[in-house]
């Protein structure tokens, strides 16, 4: 029997538990760092989401830890090189945050060019001043997708459904169905540019001050992907100096985010042209049940592998 920690129960339902009861003893709480650390010493099986950090001090005080299943799709979370140092097998997901990703890139980049949240602040103080958040229509517009993979390949579904013309820059893809361009185009062409693409060495500030320049001063900048593949001081630069429209940011370099008061909150405090929400692009019921329910089926067939050994 495995001792199994489960570090954000709440993202993981009645089903996938069960699954994990089955393989031996499960806990399934928060925990601090210290209770982390303390507590990991006794754990056969962690199971986690993109909160829990597994940095390499955390695994070298995990005696016996040989299985770590992470509810997502990135690892960033997780020092892969020392969890391989130790035999630590590592499972994750693949495509199963998909739709409510893309769903979430959509929502945003309506919020943004119809001015929602700021118009509904606005009536909540008893206002009415409809001339003050008249925004843009998406049909007709050109939207720009950096990294046309699963995400990117839904949304540009869903875009396309509203009228959108497509554009894409992608090295290890080609879609004929859309017009493939180099990145240096599709900054200049874009009416907004949504991020889609995997943080690597090669991708890693990739949108810096000279991409920011490139786009229309109308452009709206969209990122539910990952936070390192922006520069998000060349993006608060860029917006402060009106380079461009606006932006709407998932996703945050160090998470959860905790600061009270970022540089990024600061801005979107005084302005109507920059929009956060707390990393919601796989946070649906559906996509949520799905993933921990995967995760758990992963964590079981792997764990039945080392019993079988």
């Known amino acids: 029997m495995f001792n199994i920690l489960v570090t954000e129960p709440e993202y993981f339902d009645k089903t996938a538990i069960a699954k994990l009861k089955k393989l031996g003893n499960v806990t399934a ?108 229509q998406l049909g007709g517009k050109t939207l720009g997708i950096i990294g046309l993979g699963r995400i990117g390949a839904e949304v540009a579904k869903y875009a396309e459904a509203l009228g959108m013309n497509i554009i894409y820059s992608d090295p290890y893809v080609s879609i004929d169905k859309f017009k493939k361009v180099n990145l240096s185009d599709l900054l200049k062409e874009a009416d907004i540019i949504t991020l889609h693409a995997m943080h690597t060495k090669e991708t890693d500030k990739m949108i810096s001050a000279k991409e920011f320049g490139m786009m229309k001063k109308s452009a709206l900048f969209i990122n539910t992907s990952r936070a390192e593949i922006i520069d998000e001081t060349a993006l608060l630069s860029a917006l402060k100096e009106g380079r461009i429209g606006g932006a709407a940011i998932d996703v945050f370099p160090k998470e959860p985010f905790t600061a009270k008061r970022d540089m990024l909150i600061d801005y979107a405090i005084k302005h109507q042209n920059l929009l956060l929400t707390p990393h919601l692009g796989a946070s649906t019921f559906e996509a949520l049940s799905i993933a921990g329910n995967e995760i758990a089926d992963k964590v079981t067939a792997s764990a039945k592998k080392l019993i079988e050994k």
């Open 29 to 136: 709480k928060r925990m601090t760092r210290e209770e982390l650390e303390s507590t990991i010493k006794e754990i056969d099986i962690l199971v986690i989401r993109i909160e829990t950090t597994v940095d390499a001090s955390l695994l070298g005080k995990a005696k016996r830890l040989r299985i770590i299943g992470s509810a997502t799709t990135g690892l960033d979370h997780i020092d892969l090189k020392k969890a391989a140092s130790l035999g630590i097998e590592i499972i994750n997901l693949h495509g199963v945050h998909t739709k409510s990703t893309a769903e979430h890139t959509m929502a945003l980049m309506l919020s943004l060019s119809r001015n929602i949240p700021w118009a509904f602040e606005h009536m909540k103080e008893g206002g009415w001043d409809r001339y003050k958040f008249i925004g843009h």
